[in-house]
């Protein structure tokens, strides 16, 4: 099966790709855009992917260059339409099975055009933050759900250790652009007056990690904290760091968010609360009680092989690749379809 990833895209999800099927091909797509945060920088992993066995290919050239028809299956990234602008000019082509991921976009039909928005009308969509799910099923799309993101198998093969003794929450750009309260750092700051020396945060734009550091990292956590709060009207995905930490094993402490509930992932590993003694409490008990933090992380394990792992992912993707073609089998269904898709497009508007 030939997998494309349509650039630019982030290189995290092109990680997932990837590691959803090892050892296949995937075929990175488009022109790069190396942003200032470096998260569209493929040429960072290269190297480290070949390590961990994911075969990932680059095809960099214009858009104008590319023959999409060669591909079994196109993962498209919605955002792709405000990283590249010259996207814009080719996000009507439809020359194979495409399937669409989208992040952050709370209302597409303010996003895209006309031309992508009949294109990808029908089309699986795969979002990560479920208070955007009505939005997309009132803007017309018919087959929209929320998706995870895989995990690499090297997350469940790290053996959690704990020995590092110390709480570790995981922030990029934790002094370059970051609000305070809205990340977090606030319940950072309170958690180091009462445990001093012992909570760890660690920033990827000035202590880059390949993938694999971050599983040995931690594995030798005690707990992770997931303590940012929400944006706007409660929109937050599954954090890409959460679902690794969970498989690696580590315990955890998060606030408890509207939209998106950690409570959902928490059943005997630890705490999801907005109150700061249960939170403390939690974090002490880890950081003080190595057989608690244990069981914790044994917990931690099994849900996360429950819910992000190759076994419990890689069904729902190849469902939804298999709606795809027929989809794309569908493509010159006739000029119904496109009118029809063209009256949902300015209903949307309005």
């Known amino acids: 099966m030939k997998i494309g990833v349509l650039s630019p895209t982030t290189i995290q999800f092109v990680e997932k790709m990837a590691a959803l099927f090892p050892g296949q091909p995937v075929t990175v797509v488009g022109p790069a855009n190396n942003d200032q945060w470096g998260w569209n920088k ?16 680059f095809d960099l050239r214009p858009y104008s260059a590319i023959d999409f028809s060669g591909l079994d299956v196109l993962v498209e990234t919605f955002e792709t339409l405000g990283l590249e602008p010259t996207w814009r000019e080719h996000c009507g082509r439809y020359e194979c099975p495409t399937i669409v991921k989208a992040c952050w976009t709370r209302a597409p039909a303010d996003f895209c055009t006309e031309e992508y928005f009949n ?26 759900s929320l998706v995870f993101n895989p995990v690499g198998q090297w997350w469940f093969d790290t053996p959690w250790t704990g020995a590092d003794e110390r709480a570790v929450m995981v922030l990029s750009g934790k002094d370059q652009w970051r609000e305070k309260a809205h990340h977090g750092l606030d319940l950072v700051d309170r958690l180091n007056q009462d445990f001093p020396g012992r909570i760890h945060i660690h920033d990827g734009l000035v202590d880059y990690k390949s993938s694999q550091d971050m599983s040995r990292m931690l594995a030798g956590a005690r707990i992770f904290l997931a303590l940012d709060e929400p944006y706007g009207q409660g929109e937050r995905p599954l954090s890409l760091v959460f679902t690794e930490a969970l498989s690696v094993g580590c315990p955890v402490a998060a606030r408890d968010l509207p939209g998106l509930s ?6 005997g590993n630890g705490v999801a609360t907005n109150d700061y003694p249960t939170l403390r409490d939690m974090v002490g008990r880890c950081l003080n009680d190595f057989e ?11 849900l996360a092989e429950e819910t992000f792992s190759l076994r419990a992912l890689q069904p729902v993707y190849l469902a ?31």
Do not use: N
Not at 262 to 267: G, L, M, N, S
Not at 325 to 350: H, N
């Open 262 to 267: 950690y409570k959902d992932y928490i059943q």
């Open 119 to 144: 294109k990808t009308k029908e089309l699986p969509i795969f979002l990560e933050m479920p208070a955007h799910l009505r939005h997309w099923e009132m803007s017309g799309f018919t087959d929209v």
């Open 320 to 350: 939804a690749f298999e709606r795809a073609v027929a989809a794309w089998r569908e493509r010159d269904a006739g000029s119904r379809r496109t009118v029809r898709r063209s009256r949902l497009w300015r209903l949307a508007k309005e």
């Open 42 to 57: 493929y040429e960072r992993r290269a190297e480290e992917w070949r390590e961990a066995g994911l075969k990932v290919e």
């Open 292 to 302: 608690f933090a244990r069981a914790c992380s044994m917990a931690s394990r099994r």
